[in-house]
């Protein structure tokens, strides 16, 4: 998580959406980076309107605004499946080796999924309140150039990104039938990330 006080913005870390890239190129420009433990780095909006959100208010007098990048599910699923398929996570719990990328959403599918398959979701880090997104700025993983743009407007900054934490490269394809029950089962992932069109 970065806080940019000066420009009253606060960009969110959802994991596998490239926000260490952006935390490796923005650093040195933020207030304040919260990067350890990952518990707080990756805070979602719920967890920032508890916490942190009145601790800036009695600071500053000011509600900062909140920006995430969101991916799509069936990517963002695929990133995460990679990166589980790691040879120094062999034999542990959350390893995906061995383990077909349609059995992994099958299994993130669940209401309570094995740990290979428990990721997290990208609606519930936006959500608070009943259903309410809590970030104003929504940008799609997959238009990189609008969310460089923004930030470099925003904070009036150059932005050149270098590649960290990226998952393993492989070739992934889900079948139609694992796709349906995805969208069905978790039909929240795909509204937050159309919401993030621009």
């Known amino acids: 998580m970065l806080v940019f006080w000066r420009e009253n913005l606060v960009l969110l870390s959802i994991p596998k959406t ?28 719920y967890r920032y309107k508890r916490f942190l959100k009145p601790l800036f208010k009695q600071v500053g007098e000011k509600e900062l605004e909140l920006m995430a990048v969101v991916r799509n599910p069936i990517d963002w699923l695929g990133s995460w499946y990679r990166y589980r398929t790691r040879a120094d996570l062999i034999g542990q719990p959350n390893s995906t080796a061995g383990v077909s990328f349609d059995d992994f959403v099958l299994e993130y599918c669940k209401g309570t999924p094995a740990a290979f398959a428990n990721v997290g979701s990208q609606a519930r880090f936006l959500t608070i309140n009943d259903g309410e997104i809590g970030a104003q700025h929504l940008f799609q993983y997959e238009q990189w150039d609008k969310v460089i743009a923004y930030l470099q407007g925003r904070l009036d900054v150059q932005i050149t990104l270098k590649d960290k934490n990226v998952s393993p490269k492989m070739d992934l394809a889900l079948s139609p039938d694992v796709e349906t029950r995805l969208r069905d089962k978790r039909a929240a992932e795909f509204a937050v990330w159309d919401l993030a069109r621009r």
């Open 18 to 45: 490239g926000s260490t890239a952006l935390e490796g190129a923005l650093a040195p420009r933020a207030s304040l980076v919260l990067r350890d433990p990952p518990e707080i780095k990756h805070a979602p909006c």
